[in-house]
Nanobody
Framework: QVQPVESGGGSVQAGGSLRLSCAAS????????MGWFRQTPGKEREGVTV???????TYADSVKGRFTISRDNAKETLYLQMNNLKPEDTAMYYC??????????????????????RGRGTQVTVSS
């Protein structure tokens, strides 16, 4: 069983940075597909980025060049470094970890939304 716990959200001005963390200890942490998605009230959830068990990374077009996902296997923690934040990045950010997917076609921004293990989220608010 994996229980992700997010932290690091907050309020920043446009152009600022935040680093989100997701503590997600559990067996085979380093080999699982995992990532971040976000949701704003009234809008659909959006897969932001995924990282597979081999280190392959995919980003949504909306965050390419600004966000960076990384994983510290020793700490069993997933990170999301967010730079040059924009007001449209305002959302609740969730960490998601797959129970059974490690890489390949099952590891993508759409599948991320249905992963078995998800945290309660951390709020990011970007003001203009």
């Amino acid at each position: 069983q994996v229980q992700p716990v997010e932290s690091g959200g907050g309020s920043v001005q446009a152009g600022g940075s935040l680093r989100l963390s997701c503590a997600a200890s559990g067996p085979t942490f380093s080999s699982r597909c995992m990532g971040w998605f976000r949701q704003t009230p009234g809008k659909e959830r959006e897969g932001v980025t995924v990282l597979d068990g081999y280190g392959k990374i995919t980003y949504a077009d909306s965050v390419k060049g600004r966000f960076t996902i990384s994983r510290d296997n020793a700490k069993e923690t997933l990170y999301l470094q967010m730079n040059n934040l924009k007001p449209e990045d305002t959302a609740m950010y969730y960490c998601a970890v797959s129970r059974s997917c490690h890489s390949g076609v099952c590891c993508n921004a759409r599948s991320l939304l249905d992963f078995d293990y998800r945290g309660r989220g951390t709020q990011v608010t970007v003001s203009s």
